[in-house]
């Protein structure tokens, strides 16, 4: 569904270049397919020298040019770049966006078209192909372009198709769950290093650990709760520590961290609207 395509990424930052990267690694498309405008000179040289990269300093030459059109801009100048390339984005083109809190009404609305688009809601670790992203079609998007997006976002980690409704959940969830991530990795290898283990001996311990953890409910899909209960021994080491992360409410506290982020988010598309 990909080949014969040209792909525009309207904005050249981190996940620009993650899925430039991921669709190159995994073959989906040739340099030569793939196309950039950026306000940056320099990020768009970048590019061309690391990857061969075409671009346009314009962003209505790229949307001309290009079937799939990937705006891969900041929320807080998405309404500037809309009202620039409104007149070019025609209702043939595949349209997505992986700007927070930026709702599909919002894009067509500004465009004054019937754009097909498509809301994705990827995470940091798309960098190391290995995130997880939510996307939701518009009413105009079709089945191929929610294919095309798939396909697009599965070359840097998993994807999942929800109703767009519930992009503010999945914004609070996977794509602030990283820094949550990083943070519980803080506390424990701090708390290594203060029991004497070496910085670099508490630093692997910590990720690898995270990491096997994860595989565990990837690859045997039993609910993390079984795997818990599965190396809580009864009066084990495991046991005493999880009864101190119990009594300070563990999940309770990940829980309203989940619920601050998503009604972040909301807020933060409602500022959009004004």
Not at 139 to 151: F, G, H, M, R, V
Not at 164 to 187: I, K
Not at 198 to 219: D, K, N, S
Request: hydrophobic residues 45%; proline residues 4%.
């Amino acid at each position: 569904m990909l080949k014969g395509k040209k792909i525009g990424f309207l904005g050249a930052g981190n996940m620009a270049e993650a899925l430039i990267r991921g669709l190159l690694h995994s073959h989906l498309m040739e340099a030569g397919s793939l196309w950039l405008s950026d306000v940056r000179r320099e990020r768009l040289q970048y590019f061309h020298e690391r990857y061969s990269l075409n671009f346009f300093e314009e962003n209505r030459s790229l949307v001309a040019h290009c079937q799939i059109l990937i705006l891969a801009i900041k929320p807080q100048n998405m309404r500037e770049v809309l009202h620039e390339i409104r007149g070019s984005v025609q209702s043939n083109q595949t349209l997505i966006s992986i700007a927070a809190g930026i709702s599909t009404s919002f894009l067509i609305e500004e465009l004054k078209v019937k754009a097909r688009v498509v809301r994705v809601m990827p995470n940091t670790p798309a960098l190391v192909s290995e995130g997880v992203s939510a996307i939701a079609p518009s009413p105009y998007a079709t089945l191929e372009d929610l294919e095309i997006a798939k396909s697009i976002f599965s070359s840097v980690g998993k994807v999942a198709v929800v109703d767009e409704d519930l992009m503010d959940v999945v914004t609070g969830l996977s794509g602030s769950g990283p820094a949550y991530v990083f943070l519980a990795m803080e506390g424990l290898r701090e708390a290594g290093i203060r029991l004497g283990l070496p910085p670099e001996i508490a630093h692997l311990l910590v990720a690898q650990t995270f990491l096997g953890a994860a595989r565990m409910v990837m690859e045997t899909r039993e609910d993390p709760r079984i795997l818990r209960e599965r190396v809580s021994s009864p009066g084990g080491t495991t046991l005493a520590g999880l009864k101190v992360l119990e009594e300070r409410d563990f999940r309770g506290i990940l829980g309203e961290a989940v619920e601050a982020a998503s009604k972040r988010s909301r807020e933060l598309a409602h500022q959009q609207k004004t």
